[in-house]
């Protein structure tokens, strides 16, 4: 069993950066990928970012250029760096941790972009 946490949501003016950090434990032999995901209300959850264990990453078109995703291997932990926030980014983000036996959720972090 796999339990994700994330931290650093929160209310930010447009414009504006958050960081949002997510920690793996448990049965961990090897983490394969760890991603962010959101979902705005009425809305399918989306992938926002993703890195794999070399470092490789996707990103969403929406957030290419303003969003960082980085990780450390170590304390099986990724980041989110969210800048230039837009009104349309806000929405409960979730954390994802792949591993060899399967994959599991955080229990989302609220982030809300409002003057």
């Known amino acids: 069993q796999v339990q994700v946490v994330e931290f650093g949501g929160g209310l930010v003016q447009p414009g504006g950066s958050l960081r949002l950090s997510c920690a793996a434990s448990g049965n961990i032999l090897s983490i394969n990928i760890m991603g962010w995901y959101r979902q705005a209300p009425g809305e399918q959850r989306e992938l926002v970012a993703d890195i794999f264990t070399s470092g490789r990453t996707n990103y969403a078109d929406s957030v290419k250029g303003r969003f960082t995703i980085s990780r450390d291997n170590a304390k099986n932990t990724v980041y989110l760096q969210m800048n230039s926030l837009k009104p349309e980014d806000p929405a409960v983000y979730y954390c994802?941790?792949?591993?060899?036996?399967?994959?599991?959720w955080g229990q989302g972090t609220q982030v809300i972009v409002s003057s």
């Open positions: 994802r941790v792949v591993v060899s036996m399967g994959h599991s």
